[in-house]
């Protein structure tokens, strides 16, 4: 199964954000969409997570 993480930035933060926890595909397009609707979070990206990070 591919694992995939999500990559944002977000106002008042140096760099790109990462998230902690991988996901599966469905669920790491869920879980953009409710980063997508945070407040001061832009460029939500859906990458695929390298095993063992």
């Given at each position: 199964m591919e694992s995939y993480r999500l990559e944002w930035t977000q106002a008042g933060?140096?760099?790109r954000q990462v998230s902690a926890v991988s996901y599966g595909?469905?669920?790491?397009?869920?879980y953009k969409a409710r980063k997508v609707a945070e407040a001061d979070v832009s460029d939500v990206q859906v990458v695929p997570a390298k095993p063992g990070l």
């Open positions: 933060r140096d760099g595909a469905s669920a790491a397009e869920d």
